[in-house]
């Protein structure tokens, strides 16, 4: 039902930004999901990063990355955006969208479905 693409990823040198995007293909209503981010880097989990909600799109963020990251949707694109400012070595990974539909706030992985292939991030120092 909804088929996610990641994009936007790619290097940067500590202190720069990046803007993700998380573009969703559905023959249902985008603005039904709540969609989160979550990455993995390497040799560790996936880890919660962002999430927005569908409906009054509270948004949520790890304590990482709170106060650098911010998350935001455009309905009318079918397209969740990550812009990822003051970045270190430490947020390199590959990013990755999931949705749930009306879902509310959970930062469970388990909660979110229909993941894409994820794009990868790297900072360098």
């Known amino acids: 039902q909804v088929q996610l693409v990641e994009s936007g990823g790619g290097l940067v040198q500590a202190g720069g930004s990046l803007r993700l995007s998380c573009v969703a293909s559905t023959n249902t209503t985008f603005s039904d999901y709540s969609v989160a981010w979550f990455r993995q880097g390497p040799g560790k989990e996936r880890e919660f990063v962002t999430m927005?909600?569908?409906?009054?799109?509270?948004?949520y963020y790890a304590d990482s990355v709170e106060g650098r990251f911010t998350i935001s949707r455009d309905d009318a694109k079918n397209t969740v955006y990550l812009q990822m400012n003051s970045l270190s070595p430490e947020d390199t990974a590959v990013y990755y969208c999931?949705?749930?539909?009306?879902?509310?706030?959970?930062?469970?992985?388990?909660?979110?479905?229909?993941w894409g292939q994820g794009t990868q991030v790297t900072v360098s120092s």
């Open positions: 927005i909600t569908w409906n009054v799109r509270n948004t």
């Open positions: 999931g949705v749930r539909r009306y879902g509310g706030r959970t930062f469970m992985e388990r909660s979110y479905s229909n």
